[in-house]
């Protein structure tokens, strides 16, 4: 795994089966972004075979082989779709068609889990919403740096044992660096990723809903910035945003493409949790000036200050419990209003932002 590029951050923990060979059978469709590889990976270490994979790019998809040893390269996505053994496709295709690749997989009886942003319009978000209580089918959404980061999981445990009270507020931050020379073109263009508040701030918005219990929210303000990278005049390279539970809490995050080359990772992402007993920080990729080492997590309430180094101690349980919940129609991963309203909650934000500096993005 590549700390120092974010998009092809790709965690392995250990195997925790929750099904046996063959019970659930996935394939993978749309290779754009490198998070693939780390929602492949959750699957299967939970128990899911991956038996094949589509994209009109044969290099991605050899690439995409030689990680997967044993995968079938399909000929077409009608081919994966077509195939009744397979129960769910994982896909990172351009986010602008992330939505719709999801309708057709769920049209054809499969469960869908997408890359955040799943969604870069509400209105892709309404027909994702109406065809899931159609089908009964999974709609599910890679909000990795929570469900895939071990410091984050446990912070959402210490909540749910009251560590800390209840929780009032939240503060985080999603640095990442840009390698801008190795991007594709169409993470540039906010038509094709959304903007970046829809995009990277999702991350935040997820978290922000999960940690305090919230199931809706309201954003209060919200702007965006191209800083430094004026050679792509549309990019977003900054942007925050406040918002207010609907049961009070309140939440400030920021987002940026400003990550210096002398950090050891791609991204100093961090969150500051208060509760009425006391609050939690999660240092999720590197304690700078310390230690090189993830996942720290520093606790502080009415018995002490205490400090966790969580990597390889925690593991990523949303994987066998998304599995499970595909399986057996229940919601112990991720509840589908949750995914949903995060995505939504991201457009909002992207929506009512004012911009600082740089060109305003044409809005459809």
């Known amino acids: 795994m590549n700390k120092n590029d974010g998009m092809n951050y790709a965690p392995e923990g250990n195997f925790n089966k929750v099904v046996g060979e063959g019970e659930f059978v996935f394939a993978a469709i749309g290779l754009d972004h490198g998070h693939i590889f780390g929602m492949c990976n959750g699957l299967i270490e939970a128990g899911g075979d991956l038996v094949a994979v589509y994209d009109p790019d044969p290099a991605k998809v050899k690439s995409f082989c030689e ?33 719709e690749l999801g309708l057709r997989v769920l049209d054809h009886g499969k469960h869908y889990f997408v890359d955040k942003p799943a969604f870069t319009k509400k209105e ?9 209580e159609e089908t009964g089918l999974k709609w599910g959404i890679y909000y990795s740096e929570r469900l895939h980061v071990e410091s984050a999981v446990f912070a959402g445990q210490l909540i749910d044992e009251g560590a800390i009270g209840r929780v009032i507020q939240v503060i985080g931050t999603g640095p990442h660096r840009a390698n801008a020379d190795k991007r594709p073109d169409w993470f540039f263009d906010p038509e094709s990723y959304g903007g970046i508040l829809c995009d990277i701030g999702s991350h935040q918005i997820e978290q922000f809903l999960h940690y305090t219990g919230a199931k809706d929210a309201k954003v209060l303000h919200s702007k965006v910035a191209n800083y430094h990278h004026k050679n792509y005049p549309d ?25 210096p ?9 961090r969150a500051l949790i208060l509760g009425t007993e006391g609050y939690i920080e999660v240092r999720k990729y590197i304690d700078i000036g310390r230690s090189n080492t993830s996942n720290h997590l520093y606790l502080v309430n009415q018995e002490g200050e ?9 593991g990523y349980p949303f994987f066998g419990q998304f599995i499970l919940d595909c399986l057996n129609g229940t919601e112990s991963a991720m509840t589908q209003a949750h995914a949903f309203k995060a995505a939504e909650l991201c457009i909002d934000a992207q929506e009512k932002a004012i911009t600082i500096e740089g060109k305003q993005p044409t809005k459809a």
């Not at 892709?124 to 899931?132: G, M």
């Not at 990019?235 to 990550?259: I, K, P, Q, S």
């Not at 205490?306 to 925690?314: A, D, N, P, T």
């Open 124 to 132: 892709q978000i309404e027909l994702a919403r109406k065809k899931t």
């Open 306 to 314: 205490k400090h966790f180094e969580l990597s390889g101690k925690v």
């Open 67 to 99: 990680k997967f040893p044993g995968v079938v390269p399909a000929q077409s996505e009608e081919e994966i779709l077509q195939d009744s053994s397979i129960q769910l496709v994982a896909a990172a295709n351009i986010p602008a068609y992330r939505g």
């Open 235 to 259: 990019f977003e390279d900054f942007g925050d945003a406040t918002l207010v539970a609907d049961n009070g809490a309140t939440f400030y995050f920021r987002v940026d493409w400003f990550t």
């Open 261 to 269: 080359d002398g950090l050891g990772t791609w991204g100093d992402g």
